[in-house]
């Protein structure tokens, strides 16, 4: 943990929520990460939601071009990035009109002044200056010529006024890291690093970082600095991870533990692409990444790369998912392992594709032609990518089938503090290939039949390469045994139960509630994926309040838990908040006959815990077991 | 942490042992109709592969779906029957997953070209080690007798019932167009000629491109038969044979010649030997072996047959391992702890 | 209605099934298509059921190469080509081996006597003659040296033996012509038309056609000569009609009926290919149809064209649906009117094609990534599809929304006797197109919102071609009203819902029982598709051995009938045969919380009205209400 | 019963209204990145279509995903915005449908080459009507950077961050490969060449297909620099003239001459300007077109730009309904009635 020794008596917030917004250009993004990161090394609990628009670059200061950080620290365990901002960095008058609802009663809004002229007020569809507005009273307004003062630091280094307008994010970074005494010293050194060679940036954006903490230090804002102290986290090391490099990892993890190679098959696609990244660099690891020429060229791969003894991962979005149906049944049909990853996105069509939602989950059901069953798992925060990554994995390998992963634009972008587990608690992953005759012909001669089940009921697994056992596989219907091609009706059946009870019969473990929750309260919420942290935090505001609350939260979809029918049936209400209009709660309705209700909300963005919240005060105020679905 | 890439690449076997063509025949009854091309260039190449000095075990077969997609099936070998249009894909994964593997794709057509051509010429690109074999006969035979992206304009078929409207893809200058650096044409009719060709095309290191003419007896019969039948080949068939002059015809009479719109047959007498092309496979730049693929605009007229071309550009999956390689010379084996200490960390 | 002149005093039954066995080579499907031809001809209620191998041509002689075709004909009204055959033609040893088990123990077994011998039989598996089998004593055997009697009958016309030997199905229809006193004409008139110019041919077929009647006649088959008397079909003209035809000219009436011109954008697949062939033909209607490359462009080319103001659809199997969920969401994003007809076929993966069965319901509902609802619609007999093809026109043009239609391999191929209606008699579909602006613009001038809708809640298409209406579209989300590109998130949620709602609200008709359903009975049979011949047949069945049963059969599976879970709620038991694992059940289950059960069979082969009379009692005996699923 | 086909050819619409660039224009914000290339080539198109003597509600706009793909919603038009890859599926629907629009498909490398790149060689291969506009900036922008099918070998990138190991599709000669019959190259810094070239496409009947080469200044910027800046033009762009010797350079002293293995560059000097090449758009064989698309390997060559290849041939959609029309002439418009009668029926 760093030492704040410059600000010892600071008044302590146990939490805060930042939001930085401005222009595309103006590097919200990474303002927002260098100040995420700064608190990470503090040793604050955080959460991140990362919000940019669409096009590589909207048209600069327009409302289209805005993009904006979300970052909740606390010195607490948190969940979310937060209902509501307390404070708002706006760097233009765009950045002010689009995302002032945010802001909560009374927060604090820091301007940078000096764009709140007549082009950038016109751009933002402005007839007159809003901080002359009234609208504005509610909120501490702090109004600071960032562009003016960052130029000014930036000129005794020589740097020319127009490269010094592109400092000024570490003008705003600097006067928020002094109000919030977040230590310096990370910044600085990520500057050096990730600027190296470049001296004159680097100069102009330490000159910039200075200025704005100097302006925090004498510009009378002195009665706004407070502390956010760190939080008593678990002992260990810890890194700041978002659920895509935490997922690439995993990934890399698995193929260490299972010792199979990892290969990528995948095609570029909002908010995916950035696994197909990261899992380019690892080739130290033995990863093999492959960019194909579509979705179906990069599923078709994986399965390739599967038959011949590799970790076959393929990883898209909703579009791309839609698009691998019919590969997906092969691979069903083969009883191949494979990993499809799926970073929901809004929907439907091409969406909202920077924008998160969860509206895939029926679609990985059901999203392929003939009974065509395939396990699903789904991430609940961004370092738990990591976690399923590895489960995912393993059921793929130890059960030999495609296996969905379902993670969403919240869970791939946003980022939280992660512990890192010990390297060598993972637990490995024994793969077994055939490498012996298991049938006698009728000469009475060794043979090898790719469907003769072991113990398991897995099909033995003989890889290309391996002598004698040489055997073909299709997605025509086989002959369980022999695998030959069967018309007969009878196998047919035999093989669609098949194919149907061994997904049904996976282990995945018994659904537990989570911590906080009593076994008896008078509802039970029921999350999957992104909506953990916010379910979490409202359960925790509820029982505050006196509620009576349970949470569980499913990590896997398909097989659901043994014990889930009994659980539902224990609680009067049950409530199913998703990022969609009511799919989980459907499955759970026609398995186990409960009159779970929806919450639901798709607006692009996670739940709060406070939509949340009020759902669930609602529903236990309202009847048992009501009918209709409540909308966030 | 150990090394996960290809584990089977570095294995010895020891001296690849004898095989005949039992040994490359699997226990399965074969299903084509009776009379079906196909069976030819089974017969060819379940010849072929003894004297290819390569393994069973080591030989995988990817197909899509059709009746030439079947082949795989009939094989003693792996195999993959996998979907229409995607045994490109699947076989590029399987490659370069497998650089030790001699892995052949099998499809019609159909699968090759219509559903599947995207992934077709993207392999041809990338110039993936495949032996690529496109059973070429001018319609949907599986799904009992649909035009296809290689029918000729005109012809009447259950979908094109007053005649088809649109024009044929010529597939080897599909192939050229692509960049592929093997490229090379066969049929049915000829065992030696297809061997010659197979073996060419295990030879190439790279994606080997080979258009098999073949005779669906059923839904296109004889669609090949004016130059491919014994009588009319020696006049029919230009057979293209590196660092030979084109010639053709009983008394190699005819020859092929460079004009300005391309090369041209003609009459060797009346032009003089001297003028008559010599082939070259080598040449680095596609343009003859393409101009060479637009002589037959039919399968009426003479039409080349053999090598095209064959150019030696880096292989793609070995270049890809490569990288890694090189990479992990560089930095050694990656480490899991290592990894996920690569972001800025803290201690609590 | 036919006179048969010659058999007026042959014993009369009351209905018969027939099973027409031998080698793909051997015309069964033709021999069984003639009979079946006849029969309706002479005024027969009917219906059948083609079995052919997957394979183009499979060995000859071989089990694989086994071909048969099933009809059911009777003087009552029928739903289903009959649980079991009465009547066996086997022509080969391998037609016996493999279809001897459909035959009703005592059944009437006729061979081809001349392919019983050795080379045939060792094809087949046999080591000896089972002719010789005391096996066979159970049944009424004849045997018949068809292929020596043929071409004895032929050579007086030259006709050379190896020829002659393809005329020998001719000889097995013209001796079951004279068993079951089929009239002669009909047979020999298509004879003559359809091998018009042949007249070698024509002359061999109509040869043995005649022997294999005398030989009924003359050698001793006596005794077996029955009829089968005409059915009490409601008057009027009637033609024989198999599902992929009855569909096609239901979207050429569509087309008739709404003014557009229809487009076929197609690729070819089993079974649905057959439709292409079809529409092929009829360019009289201005029908247009396209082979597409593959199944993805040939949805967008139909798309396209909807576009454009064609009835754009596309007509695929299982593996195609897989492949078109992305372009299916951009239809649904754009509102625009699309069929998708799907002919479901065995599956996961390439499966059984030219086998039957229903698995793919629960892809039309879920298979497209986001929240992507679409109407589905299912035919129920063969017949039916024509009805439903102009309802699923009616919906898709009428809601401007993509319509999947479900058939499968039974209804496609199947036929059955259909009395045509009046075509002055079918309802035009009204499609209107805006054709002036809707709107005003800032500067007070007039303007077109593509998204501005109507009362009816329909969004103005206004076509590529009509002055002054430009606008553009896309699948990127857009705002309600002007259709711009919107990534507000309060616009995205109320778009979702419309979406959805839309879609929710089409008027559909209410369910009804069927015929012979009291209303109260002890059981509800829930059907949708082709089941409905075996749940009405063997509701009949159980109402006559005295049980109480219901059924309803639901056309429309999205938006489900406004009626139906009161329906469902006012039933002890609720049973839902299904050719798949329960798929219907599971979307009855969670939208009713109703515990209905379902009965499962995915053998490539239709319900025979037995399995699920067997059902039925089974569940009428059982306790109400029960958890476990019946599979027949 | 009506004659439904196409019903909306057969308007007269009265003469066609002046337009200007405005008229063109629609209302919705451009939002490209300042400074890309995609820019220059909206102005053009804004600015030809008033000379095209076209009507704004008869011209459609049918495009992919990416940044290129965004086109439609600026052009005064009617327009779709489809899905990743499939525009020219929509749009030879569309143009089947409707052959009285202009319909021009616009999307980048990625979209037409990669994803879509089925969809482009059979759109080609028919030779439907539609004007095809490929954006190449040989990277994926709208996804932020990865390599496309058209990126250059070695080349770093996201998802290449050691350097791509394929070769690139040259487009010229997939098109060319595909039976394309107008094939043509053009860039984003010459506004004349592009409208000239646009023009051509647009008067074209069939698919025409023009490569662009645009610069994305945020994920690729500079690649054509080399040929396309003002000051290296003369120099590296061999503009190809129809029936006009083939020369460049500020002298016009090099020029494209013939030789064996294809067409090469040649100082005019030494070889006589009668060994030129002299541009012939229209030769039916694409042998010598292909030839000049292999003339350049890497955008730092002398590179052609201009029309390749223009010939004539049935267009797709015209034939299609020339078809129908023709079976309605021989049998008359359908009726229904009869339809269902048309199999044998019986009277009960
Ligand atoms: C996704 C999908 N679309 C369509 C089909 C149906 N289908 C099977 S094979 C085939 C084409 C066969 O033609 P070709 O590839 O030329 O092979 P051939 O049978 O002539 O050898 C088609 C369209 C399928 N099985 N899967
Ligand atoms: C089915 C599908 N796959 C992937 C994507 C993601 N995607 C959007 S645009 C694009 C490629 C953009 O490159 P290019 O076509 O060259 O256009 P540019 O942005 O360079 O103009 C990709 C991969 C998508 N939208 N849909
Ligand atoms: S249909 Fe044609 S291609 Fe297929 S097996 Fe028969 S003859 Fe061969
Ligand atoms: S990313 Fe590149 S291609 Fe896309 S708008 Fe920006 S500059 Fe243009
Ligand atoms: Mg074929
Ligand atoms: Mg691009």
Chains 1, 3 share one sequence.
Not at chain 1, 131 to 149: C, H, R, W
Not at chain 1, 272 to 294: P, R
Not at chain 1, 484 to 512: C, F, G, K, Q, T
Not at chain 2, 278 to 283: A, F, G, K, L, R
Request: proline fraction near 6%; include cysteine; glycine fraction near 10%.
């Amino acid at each position: 943990m760093t030492d704040i020794a410059e600000a010892p008596s600071a008044p302590a917030l146990d939490e805060v929520i930042i939001r930085f917004a401005g222009d595309s250009g103006d590097g919200m993004q990474l303002t927002g990460d260098r100040f995420t990161n700064a608190s990470a090394m503090f040793g604050n609990d955080l959460a991140t939601l990362p919000e940019y628009p669409a096009e590589i670059r909207a048209p600069a200061g327009t409302m289209a071009g805005v993009s904006a950080f979300q970052v909740h620290i606390s010195d607490h365990d948190i969940t979310t990035p937060g209902d509501a901002a307390d404070v708002l960095v706006a760097m233009n008058p765009a950045a002010l009109k689009s995302d002032l609802h945010t802001l909560v009663p009374g927060g604090t809004l820091i301007v940078n002044r000096d764009t709140f002229e007549e082009r950038n007020l016109a751009k933002a569809g402005y007839d007159h200056n809003p901080l002359d507005d009234e609208d504005l009273a509610g909120y501490s307004l702090i109004q600071v010529p960032m562009t003016s003062l960052t130029k000014e630091a930036c000129a005794e280094f020589g740097v020319k006024p127009r490269d010094a307008d592109r400092s000024k994010n570490f003008f705003a970074l600097g006067l928020l890291s002094w109000m919030y005494s977040r230590p310096i010293e990370p910044t600085m050194d990520w500057i050096e690093s990730k600027f190296a060679g470049k001296d004159l940036i680097i100069a102009a954006n330490r000159a910039a970082f200075n200025a704005g903490h100097a302006y925090g230090e004498t510009a009378e804002l002195g009665s706004q600095r407070v502390i956010v102290k760190a939080a008593p986290l678990a002992p260990g090391t810890y890194t700041n991870i978002n659920g895509n490099t935490a997922l690439s990892w995993g990934l890399v993890a698995a193929s260490q533990l299972s010792g199979l190679p990892l290969y990528l098959g995948s095609y570029p696609i909002t908010p995916a692409t950035d696994i197909l990244h990261e899992l380019s660099k690892h080739k130290a690891f033995g990863v093999t990444t492959f960019q194909a020429e579509d979705e179906i060229a990069a599923i078709g791969a994986a399965i390739g790369a599967s038959y011949g003894g590799s970790l076959g991962v393929t990883t898209t979005s909703g579009p791309g998912v839609a698009l691998k149906g019919e590969a997906m049944g092969l691979a069903i049909s083969l009883e191949l392992p494979l990993i499809v990853v799926d970073i929901q996105r809004g929907g439907p069509s091409t969406g909202l594709p920077t924008k998160t939602e969860a509206a895939d989950l029926l679609m990985a059901m059901y999203g392929r032609h003939g009974e065509s069953p395939m396990p699903i798992v789904a991430a609940r925060t961004p370092s738990d990518c990591f976690d399923m990554a590895i489960e995912a994995a393993r059921i793929a390998l130890v059960h030999q089938t495609p296996v969905m992963f379902l993670s969403d634009g919240y869970l791939a972008n946003g980022s939280e503090p992660w512990r890192l587990p010990e390297v060598d608690g993972l637990p490995t992953i024994e793969v077994r290939y055939a490498t012996e005759f298991n049938m006698v012909d009728e000469d009475g001669n060794g043979t090898f039949w790719p469907f003769l089940r072991g113990e398991d009921g897995n099909r033995p697994i003989a890889l290309p390469g391996t002598p004698e056992l040489m055997h073909r596989l299709g997605g025509i219907e086989k002959e369980d045994g022999s695998g030959n091609v069967s018309y007969d009706p009878d196998n047919h059946e035999h093989m669609v139960h098949l194919r149907n009870d061994r997904i049904a019969a996976i282990p995945v473990p018994e659904a537990e509630l989570e911590e906080g929750s009593e076994g008896d309260a008078d509802l039970l919420v029921v999350g999957w994926g992104s909506t953990w942290g916010a379910i979490a935090g409202a359960a925790r505001r509820v029982r505050v309040a006196g509620g009576r609350v349970d949470h569980v939260h499913l990590t896997h979809l398909n097989p659901l838990p043994a014990n889930l029918g009994d659980l539902l049936r224990s609680y009067q209400r049950v409530l199913v908040p998703e990022l969609n209009l009511g799919q989980l709660v459907r499955i759970l309705r026609a398995e186990y006959l409960v009159d779970a209700q929806p919450l639901s909300k798709v607006k692009g963005q996670p739940f709060t815990a406070g939509e949340i919240q009020f759902a669930i005060t609602e529903a236990l105020d309202g009847p048992a077991g009501h009918k209709e679905g409540v909308t966030a | 942490m150990t090394d996960l890439l290809n584990p089977a690449t570095d294995v010895d076997d020891g001296p690849v042992p004898e095989t005949s063509r039992a040994d490359w025949t699997s226990d399965q009854e074969v299903r084509w109709c009776p009379g079906c091309g196909d069976y030819s260039i089974l017969t060819a190449l379940q010849l072929l592969m003894p004297e290819l000095g390569v393994r069973r075990e080591k030989t995988v077969f990817i197909s899509g779906i059709g009746c030439a997609a079947r082949f795989p099936y009939y094989m003693n070998t792996y195999g993959v029957h996998t979907i229409h249009g995607r045994a490109p894909a699947v076989a590029t994964g399987l490659a370069m997953a497998r650089p030790d593997l001699d892995v052949w794709v099998i499809g019609g057509d159909g699968d090759m070209l219509s559903i599947g051509g995207n992934h077709l010429i993207h392999a041809l690109r990338r110039n993936i080690n495949l032996n690529v074999l496109l059973f070429n006969n001018q319609i949907y035979g599986l799904t009992k007798g649909q035009f296809s992206p290689t029918s000729q304009k005109g012809k009447v078929t259950k979908s094109s019932p007053v005649g088809l409207v649109a024009r044929p893809f010529n597939p080897i200058s599909v192939a050229l167009g692509a960049e592929a650096t093997f490229v090379a044409r066969t049929h049915d009719m000829d065992r030696h000629h297809m061997q010659d060709t197979f073996r060419r095309a295990h030879e190439h290191e790279g994606a080997a491109f080979v258009e098999v003419l073949q005779n669906c007896n059923v839904f296109n019969d004889g669609v090949f038969a004016s130059i491919t039948k014994k009588d009319v080949r020696e006049d029919m068939l230009i057979d293209l044979q590196h660092g030979k002059p084109i010639l053709f015809g009983s008394e190699k009479q005819y020859g092929v010649a460079r004009r300005p719109e391309g090369v041209v047959i003609v009459d060797v007498a009346e032009v003089g030997i001297e003028y008559v092309l010599v082939h070259d496979e080598t040449i680095r730049n596609p343009s003859t072996a393409f101009s060479l693929s637009r002589l037959a605009k039919t399968p009426a007229t003479p039409t080349p047959i053999g090598v095209f071309r064959a150019i030696d550009r880096g292989e793609f999956a070995s270049s890809v391992s490569a990288q890694i390689r090189e990479v992990q010379a560089q930095v050694g084996q990656g480490d899991l702890g290592d990894l996920l200490r690569s972001q800025p960390t803290w201690e609590v």
